[in-house]
């Protein structure tokens, strides 16, 4: 058996043969952080509150994170085309009114959820308020059968790469505007996709 193959029997198993992961509808709080997590939404107005409690800073470079993680994650699907889990009848499946045909590898949302969270480590308040919607809105990817569960591991370590690699070009201004400049301009073109 290959790497490919074990990989395919391991998100296979987890998804369909797991007790951890209900077949029934999911509960009203995981469907809509999987919804306002699209096209990462959901991290305007956490910043928007990280920024009232004083912590602007952090809601700054999360933010950032966040907008140059997202084009990263669909560049990166564009090149790995993994289909999505076949749970169409599944009633977690039809919670979402979203069907999503772009590459499964790896979940946007996670991607950009843990560039964010990751960013928001620094500070230890933002990240005790940050950290529990990152991991909601990745178990919602899963709950909900959009993703493989190395989907969202794989995005959760490419956000999380992101963060780092934006905090260490975070010193230099040009690097920041530029980088912003480059999501400004990727963003759109995969605004369709989740």
């Not at 564009?78 to 076949?86: A, E, F, G, K, N």
């Not at 991607?111 to 990751?118: K, L």
């Not at 928001?120 to 990152?134: K, N, S």
């Not at 040009?174 to 480059?182: D, G, I, N, V, Y």
Request: aromatic share 4%.
């Amino acid at each position: 058996m290959t790497g490919e193959d074990e990989l395919a029997e391991l998100d296979a198993d987890s998804l369909h043969n797991s007790e951890a992961l209900p077949t029934r509808r999911p509960h009203p709080v995981i469907i809509a952080a999987s919804l306002t997590a699209r096209g990462g939404l959901l991290w305007l107005p956490v910043a928007g509150l990280l920024a009232l409690a004083g912590k602007e800073k952090v809601a700054k470079r999360a933010l950032t994170a966040a907008v140059i993680a997202m084009p990263i994650g669909h560049l990166i699907s564009l090149v790995v085309d993994r289909p999505r889990p076949q749970a169409a009848g599944i009633p977690a499946r039809q919670a979402l009114p979203e069907h999503p045909d772009s590459s499964s590898f790896p979940s946007k949302h996670a991607v950009t959820a843990a560039a964010f969270g990751t960013a928001c480590l620094e500070d230890r308040g933002a990240a005790l308020f940050v950290t529990p919607l990152v991991l909601l809105v990745a178990y919602s990817r899963l709950r909900t059968r959009v993703h493989w569960p190395t989907d969202v591991l794989g995005g959760l370590a490419i956000g999380a790469l992101v963060a780092v690699a934006q905090a260490g070009i975070g010193r230099s201004a040009s690097a920041r505007a530029t980088a912003c400049r480059l999501a400004a301009m990727v963003r759109p073109v995969f605004s369709d996709h989740s």
